[in-house]
């Protein structure tokens, strides 16, 4: 019903900056409430920021928000995540996904297949 594809990973300075997109396509077009999640090797999936079907409010937990952005352009179809200030402990897979619902603890019903960002000191 929902697939969604990351794009935008790779390696960067601490410090830099990366913008991470998915692309989201649904049959019904559907519009969802998105979110970004991430992965470190040997750590639990972690949620770094959610947006609402319109764009209007965003979520984000606190070792991000000062440093992360998201957005969307349903027009596209497209869901960004920009990173600035870059820190080796933002190292990691990170993931898309289309939520169930809105708020805590984030439940999704799809992702993306990942991408990989690699932060160096």
């Known amino acids: 019903q929902v697939q969604l594809v990351e794009s935008g990973g790779g390696l960067v300075q601490a410090g830099g900056s990366l913008r991470l997109s998915c692309a989201v396509s649904a049959r019904t077009n559907t519009i969802y409430n998105m979110g970004w999640f991430r992965q470190a090797p040997g750590k639990e999936r972690e949620f770094v920021a959610a947006?609402?079907?319109?764009?209007?409010?965003?979520n984000y937990p606190d070792s991000v928000k000062a440093r992360f952005t998201i957005s969307r352009d349903n027009a596209k179809n497209t869901v960004y995540l920009q990173m600035n200030n870059l820190k080796p402990e933002d190292t990691a897979v990170y993931y898309c996904a289309a939520l169930r619902g809105w708020g805590e603890p984030w439940p999704s019903n799809y992702w993306g297949q990942g991408t990989h960002v690699t932060v160096s000191s």
């Open positions: 947006i609402n079907w319109s764009g209007a409010n965003t």
